[in-house]
Nanobody
Framework: QVQLVESGGGLVQAGGSLRLSCAAS????????MGWYRQAPGKERELVAT???????NYADSVKGRFTISRDNAKNTLYLQMNSLKPEDTAVYYC?????????????????????WGQGTQVTVSA
């Protein structure tokens, strides 16, 4: 199994910065895609940024140029550096790890699991 623990959320003023962390444990030797999602009040969960095992990144247009996704393989940690924060960025941010292209464990196969979610961390940006 994979466990994801997020941290780094908080309350900041518009224009400020935050760095979110997602610490992964378990079957971390192989993963295909990791990403950050967010869900604002009254909104659907949306993709913020992803990074593949080869380092390719993608960003939502709304955060492009302001957010940077990265990873530290040695620490099994995913990061999201958020700069120039806007009130519109206020949301619960979730970490996701996908193992679709990995050799899945018996538990994963029997339970049809291929991705995992963190518990979420609240980011609030005040005007």
């Amino acid at each position: 199994q994979v466990q994801l623990v997020e941290s780094g959320g908080g309350l900041v003023q518009a224009g400020g910065s935050l760095r979110l962390s997602c610490a992964a444990s378990g079957y971390t030797s192989c993963w295909s895609v990791m990403g950050w999602y967010r869900q604002a009040p009254g909104k659907e969960r949306e993709l913020v940024a992803t990074i593949t095992d080869r380092g390719s990144t993608n960003y939502a247009d709304s955060v492009k140029g302001r957010f940077t996704i990265s990873r530290d393989n040695a620490k099994n940690t995913l990061y999201l550096q958020m700069n120039s924060l806007k009130p519109e960025d206020t949301a619960v941010y979730y970490c996701n790890a996908d193992r679709s292209y990995c050799h899945r464990t018996r538990f994963e196969i029997e339970n049809n699991k291929h991705d995992y979610w963190g518990q979420g961390t609240q980011v609030t940006v005040s005007a």
